[in-house]
């Protein structure tokens, strides 16, 4: 393991770093309790803290404290019903805002399900943990701190996106870009800087996948198989959304058995993968035995009768092409009257280049000295997800007529594959492969600028879509943290952003002006012969 994280180009180093600055600014940016499901985790953990208990799917209650919360968060009027704020303004903060610890802000349950009960309990757990030492603190101030966990648990993601490339054999300007393709889904920094279990998932899948790779490329020894199962059993106790991850890699051991023959080598360390991973497994057994479902899901009233496949697929048809794209790559929690961050032609065209992409690398992937089956494998578990979550989604509907269960982060437990091999397409497409990291790099900080702007207009000010610069001070007005932690997060975040483009972007231009001298005196010899 440590020859593919030691040594890995400067550049590499650049894309983490404006990584894990951006997920630090967007733990302030992004309002609290705007978050995905952030109420549901947050409640969930400290249920957890106060009993030690994991109540059933459908039995954990959300707790009056968080719903309190939620309430004096600014995201809703003090009116009844609740109605959403239009934005979160200066002079607001100063009516509505409450420093108060969770504890004292209410004590009993309320009527509403807590969803995050689906789920297995290891995020829950580790958060809830952490309610002992930041149980003291004004309410917004502790889910910071859980906010900030987060951040830690994803945060290595662009380093293990290029690993990933290097195990495969890729060239420095793909192992470069592979690790920036990671800084290219704002959505992704969003959940990353939230309180959600998807972020367990996404760390310990992003070690899988590596595992996963490693495994692929020919390393059938036990202590690899043990080291992956744990992280496998890691994300199994994160969301059912590891199992497509487990599923592959056991896979791969069959497959890669086969092409070394080397049968009896890849069945023992299978067998000690299965074995390992079984330590997250058993919840999922469980939940068949006890439920007789491996994962019990959906909290809505069952329709009379259901709804035909026809109009079920129809629902789900209309709700995938209208919300995936935006879903995938930058909801920026702007969710709320049919608005979306950008306008959806956007996000569709971005998806429609990064499929294409995709296939253009698994067809040409003897071009970049690829093999076609370590290709195809890679990208099964992103492939399994996104038919599960389909036929899960058109089964819902069917028994409700809703058509939920659509979303772009779903995907994100194998991120750092889609984002490699998307990269080794495009490799494919651009005849220099040094401007690789210029092209994704580019992209990367131009979208991600772009989409905390876009957030900061959005969520603060005196109206929605205001101007981010007048806005600042509103956001400042909000956040958990003092104003100066927040300017410190700003200027580490452009800083960052300013070094990846330096990075990115010096080595291009002395290519091409370098390009350029040579050919003026090839011209010149030419002329003076």
Known sequence: MRPLLRGLPRTVWAATAFFGASLLFWTVT?????????????????????GHEWPGYMEMPLLDSVINARMVSGFHWYTDPPVLRPSLAAADAAEVRVSMPFDELGEGDSR?????AQH?????????????????????????FFRLLSVLLVWPLPLLAAAIARRLGASRPVVIASALAVCAVPQLGVVGGSVNNDNLLNGAGAWVMLGLVVILTGDLRKRTAAWVGLASAVALLAKAWALPLVAVVALAYVVEGERRRERRKAASSLAVYCGVSMLGGWWWIRNLLVYGSVQPSGHSLPLPEPLPLGESVKRVSERFLGTFPS??????????????????????????????????AFVR??????????????????????????????RFTMRTGIPSGIQGRYLYGSITVIGVVAVLGLSTVVRRSELLPAIVGGFAVAFTVAS?????SFHYGEARWSNPVTAFPDLLAWSPVPSAVVIAFLVAFLGCAVWVLWAV?????????GAGVRQGIARHRSGVT
């Open 30 to 50: 992004i309002p609290m309790f705007r978050g995905p499901d952030e109420a549901d985790h947050v409640s969930a953990a400290l249920s957890w803290a106060d």
């Open 112 to 116: 509403q399900v807590n969803k995050a």
């Open 120 to 144: 297995p309990p290891l995020y829950s757990m580790i958060v809830g943990s952490m309610h002992a030492a930041t149980g003291g603190l004004p309410w917004d101030g502790e889910m910071w």
């Open 327 to 360: 879903r995938f790559w930058a909801t920026l929690s702007i969710k709320t009257g049919g608005e979306n961050a950008y306008p959806l032609w956007i996000p569709t065209v971005l998806i429609l280049v990064l499929a294409v992409l995709l296939v253009i």
């Open 365 to 394: 992937s003897r071009w970049v000295g690829m093999n076609p089956s370590t290709l195809a494998l890679v990208l099964v578990p992103t492939l399994l997800s996104l038919v599960i979550m389909v036929v899960e989604a058109t």
């Open 452 to 456: 905390v702007l876009r957030a900061i």
């Open 505 to 513: 972007l010096s080595p291009t231009v002395r290519t091409v002006h």
